[in-house]
Nanobody, 126 residues
């Protein structure tokens, strides 16, 4: 069964860190790009980051550059999103999905990627 499962969310104070995991099953991470999106209450989903399967290129939304780091461990069938210096506005449910076409146009993750997991809640208190 092809699926992605997110974990690692939680409650953290502003300035803290969390490391999200996205574990893949039923397919190889070498064959698909992986992207992260998030959705805050009352807001639309927004692209966060993605990592290319072909060359490992990574892309980040402007507000997350220098704070978030995406990485991939094919042996563990997992993609990670290290989030540092978290802000209250980062509060959202974070989802990972797979597709082809990881690039700087992160809004396209929402329409072009698929097999989204159930998400993991990140709450940042001020």
């Amino acid at each position: 069964q092809v699926q992605l499962v997110e974990s690692g969310g939680g409650l953290v104070q502003a300035g803290g860190s969390l490391r999200l995991s996205c574990v893949a099953s039923g397919f190889s991470l070498d064959d698909y790009d992986i992207g992260w999106v998030r959705q805050a209450p009352g807001r639309e989903r927004e692209g966060v980051s993605c990592i290319s399967s072909s060359d490992g290129s990574t892309y980040y939304a402007d507000s997350m550059k220098a704070r978030f780091t995406i990485s991939r461990d094919s042996a563990k069938h997992a993609v990670f999103l290290q989030m540092d210096n978290l802000r209250p506005e980062d509060t959202a449910v974070y989802y990972c999905g797979k597709g082809l076409g990881c690039n700087r146009y992160l809004h396209l993750l929402i329409t072009d990627f698929h097999t989204w997991g159930l998400g993991t809640q990140v709450t940042v208190s001020s």
